[in-house]
């Protein structure tokens, strides 16, 4: 099934497609829509390469402080031999019994204890201002309650734990979208499917991932090569992918991924063949859509972003390559892979080459030393992997006509749970809330320590995700038939 295919697919009629509508669209998550209200008030030392960023002076912060608007507790960061932070975003196991607090829990003074070591299906971080054990933090501001979850013909639908987009300027989306089209009709992309382009509305997600630009010429320019890695998957990945090599002869389009993403990287980070072979690379690489527009989306975002951003583009995107082969491979063996590997696989293949030129329309650099570090690579990879868990949400029920050449988490889950398709959907929602959580809790200290291009950066990976999520709940396919 493909990205395209997917994001312009009608209505879902899945059985289950209410319940994923629930979680993509219900708004009564308490993630704050801004993650710092402060900055750090003293310059810190740079990172060296075996430690985390540490701050040189000042305090140290215990929470993140301030998040403001509808039921926006501050969550704490977690304090040495402190249990109060149990599971508190319910959802059913594979034994079907509900796991976290149930609503008649509210009074209860005892706190939950914290999750077992090991156990990813209950290690779900605390939703903020749900439960007694925010309760008793009065120092920590807190908004107006929240309903805790939506209903689906009387079953409990727990929200999405996500910041909510900071910007929806349908102008903007419009202008970037209008470009993408025209730009794939100049270089002969999607070529007949251009209303499927249209439909599928990238310019909206662009313009909302990306709230600090407000240039829709740089808006483009990240679009033109989000579409590019996207159509990656549409043409060399899907089962009717052309059967020729690149040089014309018969293949397969199994055998011939490999070689089709090697020919990208040639175009990405373009190879300097000697004199008599250089024109047979250069017509291979006139002949394919694909290869044409990474050629002229990344020439595009060269007019912004410097060398390194650049170079930071084509890492993220060649991890994602080495994925994409990982799962021809389940495909080519008929092998349903085990849970670990399949997220181990959705870490690079995920929203992580869309986010990396955060800082290049946001009019900045993140040090390399920065961006490299092991603790911010951890909470970037994590804010990817938290996205990714909202795309096989919102992909599953069209996934489920691919006849398994797909994989969405709730799939695999299923498979190795031997649990229900609902079971499984609900413990996806788990394990992304779990990932957001982390990803707050870990960045608070970073951000303290870090330099101010470093704090930005990480501000606009949270709004990355809250616009991520406002474009998955707007999709045609859980939107009401017009």
């Known amino acids: 099934m493909s990205v395209l295919s997917r994001a312009a697919a009608p209505a879902a009629t899945h059985d289950l497609a209410a319940d994923i509508a629930t979680l993509l669209t219900n708004p009564d998550s308490a993630a704050p829509a801004e993650l710092f209200t402060e900055a750090a008030t003293e310059p810190p030392a740079p990172p060296d390469d075996s430690s985390p960023p540490s701050r040189a002076a000042g305090p140290t912060p215990v929470r993140l402080l301030g998040p403001r608007g509808l039921g926006a507790a501050a969550l704490r960061l977690p304090v040495p031999g402190d249990r109060t932070t149990g599971p508190t975003t319910p959802y059913l196991g594979p034994d079907s019994v509900p796991i976290g607090p149930s609503e008649s829990d509210a ?106 630009c407000a240039n829709a010429d740089q808006l483009l320019a990240a679009a033109k090569c989000a579409v590019s890695e996207w159509s990656v998957d549409d ?8 059967d020729r090599a690149p040089d014309g002869t018969p293949s397969s389009p199994e055998a011939e991924l490999g070689p089709r993403l090697e020919l990208c990287m040639a175009v990405m980070d373009p190879a300097h063949l000697p004199a008599r072979y250089a024109p047979q690379l250069e017509r291979a690489l006139q002949a394919d859509p694909i290869l044409r527009a990474f050629r002229t989306s990344f020439e595009h975002l060269a007019r912004y972003a410097t060398p390194a951003q650049l170079a930071r583009l084509r890492t993220e995107i060649g991890g994602w390559f080495i994925a994409l082969g990982a799962e021809a491979g389940w495909r080519g063996a008929g092998r349903m892979p085990p849970v670990w590997e399949y997220l181990a696989n959705r870490q690079p293949h995920s929203f992580l080459p869309c986010m990396a030129p955060i800082d290049t329309l946001g009019g900045y650099e993140v040090p390399a030393a920065e961006y490299t570090h092991p603790a911010v690579r951890r909470v970037t990879t994590t804010a990817a992997l938290a996205a990714q868990m909202v795309n096989d949400l919102y992909s599953m029920a069209r996934e489920d006509l691919s006849n398994g050449r797909e994989f969405n988490l709730p799939t695999v889950l299923a498979a190795e749970e031997q649990c229900s398709r609902r079971e499984a959907v609900l413990h996806t ?54």
């Not at 910041?163 to 419009?174: F, I, N, V």
């Not at 990932?435 to 930005?456: C, I, Q, T, Y």
Request: aromatic fraction near 8%; include cysteine; proline fraction near 11%.
């Open 429 to 482: 929602a788990a394990v992304h809330d779990e990932l957001v959580h982390r990803f707050e809790r870990e960045a608070a200290p970073l951000a303290a320590s870090g330099s101010p291009e470093l704090r930005r950066f990480l501000l606009g990976l949270w709004a990355w995700m809250g616009g991520n999520r406002a474009w998955h709940a707007d999709s045609r396919r859980y939107k009401d038939a017009e």
């Open 235 to 242: 043409y060399y990945c899907e089962e009717d992918a052309d």
């Open 107 to 212: 009074g209860v003074d005892e706190p939950p204890a914290g999750p077992p070591d090991g156990n990813v299906a209950t290690s779900v971080g605390p939703a903020q201002g749900a439960g007694p054990a925010e309760a008793r933090r009065p120092s920590i501001p807190s908004g107006p309650a929240v309903p805790v979850a939506g209903r689906v013909n009387g079953a409990r639908i727990p929200p999405l734990y996500c910041p909510p987009p900071l910007r929806d300027d349908p102008a903007l989306a419009t202008a970037v979208n209008e470009g993408l089209l025209a730009w794939a009709e100049d270089i002969g992309l999607y070529e007949g499917r251009l209303d499927e382009l249209r439909k599928a509305d990238f310019g909206r997600l662009i313009m909302l991932a990306h709230p600090d």
